[in-house]
Every structure is written in structure tokens, then in C-alpha cells.
T-cell receptor
Framework: GDSVTQMEGPVTLSEEAFLTINCTYT??????LFWYVQYPGEGLQLLLK?????DKGSNKGFEATYRKETTSFHLEKGSVQVSDSAVYFC????????????FGTGTLLAVQP | NAGVTQTPKFQVLKTGQSMTLQCAQD?????MSWYRQDPGMGLRLIHY???????DQGEVPNGYNVSRSTTEDFPLRLLSAAPSQTSVYFC??????????????FGNGTRLTVT
């Protein structure tokens, strides 16, 4: 079945460092891909999305490009801030019978001042 | 704008007890769902609803019941709590079930401990 694999955390960075969180997927069709972010004590919220191959989603300085050839959707940010500390979830939607999102296990990012 | 509201925020149950987790949304969303979040496992879908009067099972439905009598409310019932149901529960809604163009809005979660 469809699945999402994310890099294990935690990822610990200093402020202004470059961030990459890897995400790869397995899907039988042509899924839409998402990054959700969960700040401490809160629910998840959509960070960015891409609905077809070569699309780039971007928001709040974060970017991710839908790479069909490598089945990847890696999250990047050029200069992280302490306020970016959160858990990041990669997810896919394939429009199947349940119309559900399939989530990765989440990657904790801790940014130190 | 309240969005998705879940109550309670924390709950401790003894094995065998029953309870209902409440979820309400004020965005007139047709699609509502319940996920559980466990360490190292991401979020897993328990039950979902595509509209009032319609519910269906997700990937981990055993031990849980749902109903959808109104568009706004989607309660999750634990029939006989077990320690394996210790988790953080999230309710989420969207305008439609097609989340590629209708992103999910999540509540802040209910942390449940079963002893």
C-alpha cells in the first residue's frame, strides 16, 4: 500500500543554519504531497503542498519540490529560526476510497539560539 | 473563529471505562475525521465522515465508535478503554474529502491515558 518515509529525528540545528528534512513516498497513482507542522501543544497545520510532479510548494521560507523520478518531497529552509522548532510531518493523498492522508512518522526539529 | 474544538484536553481512564471525546467545527466542513498519534507511528486514521449521517472506518477502528448527527459535531466513543488506547487523539475537518485541494484543519488534541 501507499506509504511515506521520513528521516528520523530529532534534528538539532543552530539558528540560521540550513535545514533539510528528507521524505520519500510509495504510491500506486499520482498522489498529492504535503508538509504539515505541529508546534508544541497544538494540532497539525498545513505548511505547504504540491499536487503534481515538478511542482514546488513554499510557505514561510520553507520549500519542497515534488520529484516523481526519485519519489521524494524533501523539506528545505535556508535559515531556520528558534520559532521553527516543531514536529514536521510529510503526508500524501492519493484520492483512494477513504480519501485519507497517509502520514510519515514525523521529524522533530529543535533550533538552538 | 474557533475552527476545530476538541474536549477534553486531558483524560485519565481506568481499563474498562467508557468515554466520549468531543469534536466540533464551525467552518461548515463536510468531511471530519479522527486520528490517533503514537510515538514512532505518525498519525493513523480511526474513523471518518463525509457528511451528516455518513461514517466509515479508517485503518484502526477497533474499540471506537463514531456518529455524525450534525455537520458540526463528530464525537468519538471508546466503548471499553484499554491501555493500548493510550494516545493523543486529533479531530480534523476539511471542506471536502478531497484533501489535495481542501486541506485538513486539526484540533489541538486530547491526551488520553488508560491505566
Amino acid at each position: 500500500g501507499d506509504s511515506v518515509t521520513q528521516m528520523e529525528g530529532p534534528v538539532t540545528l543552530s539558528e540560521e543554519a540550513f535545514l533539510t528534512i528528507n521524505c520519500t513516498y510509495t504510491a500506486t497513482g499520482y498522489p498529492s504531497l504535503f508538509w504539515y507542522v505541529q508546534y508544541p501543544g497544538e494540532g497539525l497545520q498545513l505548511l505547504l503542498k504540491a499536487t503534481k510532479a515538478d511542482d514546488k510548494g513554499s510557505n514561510k521560507g520553507f520549500e519542497a519540490t515534488y520529484r516523481k523520478e526519485t519519489t521524494s518531497f524533501h523539506l528545505e529552509k535556508g535559515s531556520v529560526q528558534v520559532s521553527d522548532s516543531a514536529v514536521y510531518f510529510c503526508a500524501l493523498f492519493d484520492g483512494g476510497a477513504t480519501n485519507k492522508l497517509i502520514f510519515g512518522t514525523g521529524t522533530l526539529l529543535a533550533v538552538q539560539p | 473563529n474557533a475552527g476545530v474544538t476538541q474536549t477534553p484536553k486531558f483524560q485519565v481512564l481506568k481499563t474498562g471505562q467508557s468515554m466520549t471525546l468531543q469534536c466540533a467545527q464551525d467552518m461548515n466542513h463536510e468531511y471530519m475525521s479522527w486520528y490517533r498519534q503514537d510515538p514512532g507511528m505518525g498519525l493513523r486514521l480511526i474513523h471518518y465522515s463525509v457528511g451528516a449521517g455518513i461514517t466509515d472506518q479508517g485503518e484502526v477502528p477497533n474499540g471506537y465508535n463514531v456518529s455524525r448527527s450534525t455537520t458540526e459535531d463528530f464525537p468519538l466513543r471508546l466503548l471499553s478503554a484499554a491501555p493500548s488506547q493510550t494516545s493523543v487523539y486529533f479531530c480534523a475537518s476539511s471542506y471536502s474529502g478531497q484533501t489535495y485541494n481542501s486541506p485538513l484543519h486539526f484540533g489541538n488534541g486530547t491526551r488520553l491515558t488508560v491505566t
